[in-house]
C-alpha cells in the first residue's frame, strides 16, 4: 500500500490484527535450551509450569502443545464421556466446542450478552437438562464472563467449569487473576495469543487430582507413580498405561521461549490496554461504530479489540468496511463466524438462528489491530483510515 505524502511515496507497512513480540533475550533462552541436554519435556517445562501457575495464581499447571490439546486433555480430565452435553458459546474458535467432539459428547450452545459478548449465564440455565455435565466459558476478547453467576449454576447443577482462558491471560474478575478459579482453565501461546511459544497451551487447576491425570493424559495415559499402579511392578523400568492418552507434550525449547515471555507479560498487557484506551477516545465520535463495552470489576487482557459496524448509518456493509481496511494495509479480522455455522456443525444438525443474539454481532463485527509491538505511528494508522471512510 502506498500513500503520496506532499510529493513523498511512502510504502505503508501491513499491520496485522495480532502478532508476537520476540526479542533477542527471547532467542537467547531458546539457544540455551538447544545447547542443553534437554530438548522436550526436561526442567525448563516444569519451570515455565511452575511460573505461570504462579503468574495466574494457580496451584498446578500443566504444559501441552496448544491450547487445543489444552482443551482436550481438561475434557478427558472433567470426564466428559459420550452422551454427555456441555455447554460452551457459538462465538469463540472453533476448538472450545471441538473438544466436547473429541470426547464424543455433545455441544450445546447458549446465547451470548449483548453488550459484553460474552456467554450469557441466563442462557446458560435454558441448556440445562439431566445430561449436562460441564460448562465451558470463553473470556471473549480477554474481558473475564460472568464467572460468580457461572460457579452458581455450576454448584447447583454439579458441572465441572472449564474457562477457555486463551483470550485472557492477566486479565482480572473482582480483582482476582484469571486462571485460579473454576475447576480447570486453559490458555493457548499461539503467536497472537499474550505470550508465545510458537504452538503452545496450558491447563491450570487447583485439583491435585486433575492435574494428576493431565499429566497422565499428555503422555499416552502412562504412569511411573508407583503409588497408583494397578498391576504389580516388574522393576525399577516399571510403567503402566491405565487408559488411552495422547502425545501433547511441549518441549523444552518452547517452554524456554514461555519463560522468557511470561516475564514481559505484565508489559505486553499494559501496552495492550494503553492502545484499547487510544481507541477508545479517539474512535468515539465516528457514529457509526458501536465500540467494545467494559463490565464493572472485569479488568479485560484486550486480546481483542472488536467494533461493530452500524451499515445503515454508514449506508455501507460490514463487507465494504473490511475490504477496504485490508485494502489500505490494515489486517482487520473477523472474531467469529458462529461455530455451529461451520458446514461440519450443520452436518451434526445445528441450525441456524440458534443463537441470535450471537449471529447479530457476528454480521457486524471488525477485530481492529491490537498487539504489544505497535507503535503509535501504526494506531495512529488505524485511526485515520477508520476516520476516513
Ligand atoms: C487460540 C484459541 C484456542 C486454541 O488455541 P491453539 O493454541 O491455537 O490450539 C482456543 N480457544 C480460543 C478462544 C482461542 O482463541
Redesign the pocket.
Known amino acids: 500500500m502506498t500513500v503520496n505524502l506532499g510529493g513523498i511515496i511512502v510504502t505503508n507497512r501491513f499491520i496485522p490484527y495480532g502478532k508476537q513480540w520476540i526479542d533477542e533475550d527471547d532467542i537467547q533462552a531458546v539457544v540455551e535450551v538447544l545447547k542443553s541436554d534437554y530438548l522436550t519435556t526436561g526442567p525448563t517445562v516444569k519451570e515455565f509450569e511452575e511460573k505461570f501457575a504462579e503468574y495466574v495464581g494457580a496451584k498446578y499447571a500443566v504444559a501441552v502443545s496448544?491450547?487445543?490439546?489444552?482443551?482436550h486433555a481438561a475434557s478427558f480430565a472433567a470426564g466428559i464421556k459420550e452422551g454427555d452435553e456441555v455447554i460452551t458459546t457459538p462465538l469463540?474458535?472453533a476448538?472450545?466446542a471441538n473438544c466436547i467432539l473429541y470426547q464424543n459428547g455433545v455441544p450445546v450452545f447458549a446465547d451470548v450478552d449483548p453488550d459484553t459478548y460474552n456467554i450469557n449465564p441466563e442462557e446458560i440455565r435454558k441448556k440445562i437438562t439431566s445430561k449436562t455435565k460441564a460448562i465451558i466459558p470463553?473470556h471473549?476478547t480477554g474481558q473475564p464472563c460472568d464467572i460468580d453467576e457461572i460457579h452458581q449454576i455450576a454448584r447447583e447443577y454439579n458441572l465441572i467449569v472449564i474457562e477457555?482462558a486463551?483470550?485472557a491471560l492477566g486479565a482480572r474478575y473482582r480483582g482476582k487473576k484469571i486462571g485460579g478459579l473454576s475447576d480447570m482453565s486453559?490458555f493457548?501461546?499461539?503467536p497472537?495469543?499474550h505470550i508465545t511459544t510458537g504452538?503452545?497451551?496450558m491447563i491450570t487447576t487447583n485439583s491435585k487430582e486433575l492435574y494428576n491425570k493431565l499429566i497422565q493424559f499428555r503422555s499416552h495415559g502412562i504412569t511411573k507413580n508407583e503409588d497408583n499402579y494397578i498391576n504389580e511392578s516388574h522393576g525399577s523400568w516399571y510403567h503402566e498405561q491405565q487408559f488411552l492418552g495422547y502425545n501433547y507434550r511441549m518441549t523444552d525449547i518452547q517452554a524456554a521461549l514461555g519463560v522468557s515471555q511470561l516475564n514481559k507479560s505484565d508489559n505486553f498487557l499494559e501496552r495492550r490496554r494503553e492502545i484499547a484506551q487510544i481507541y477508545n477516545q479517539e474512535l468515539k465520535d465516528i457514529e457509526w461504530i458501536k465500540l467494545p463495552y467494559q463490565e464493572s470489576e472485569r479488568e479485560s487482557s484486550w486480546?481483542l479489540y472488536i467494533v461493530q459496524i452500524d451499515e445503515k448509518k454508514l449506508d455501507k456493509s460490514r463487507r465494504e468496511v473490511f475490504d477496504y481496511l485490508r485494502k489500505e494495509g490494515l489486517g482487520v479480522q473477523i472474531?467469529y463466524i458462529p461455530v455451529y455455522w461451520h458446514p461440519y456443525y450443520e452436518k451434526l444438525g445445528y441450525n441456524k438462528k440458534l443463537c441470535e443474539v450471537a449471529e447479530r454481532i457476528y454480521i457486524k463485527a471488525i477485530s481492529l489491530p491490537i498487539y504489544p509491538k505497535m507503535d503509535d505511528i501504526d494506531i495512529d494508522r488505524v485511526i485515520k483510515v477508520l476516520s476516513s471512510i
Open positions: 496448544n491450547g487445543t490439546a489444552a482443551l469463540t474458535f476448538a472450545s470463553v471473549f477457555d486463551a483470550h486453559i493457548s501461546f499461539h497472537v495469543k504452538e503452545g497451551g486480546h472474531h
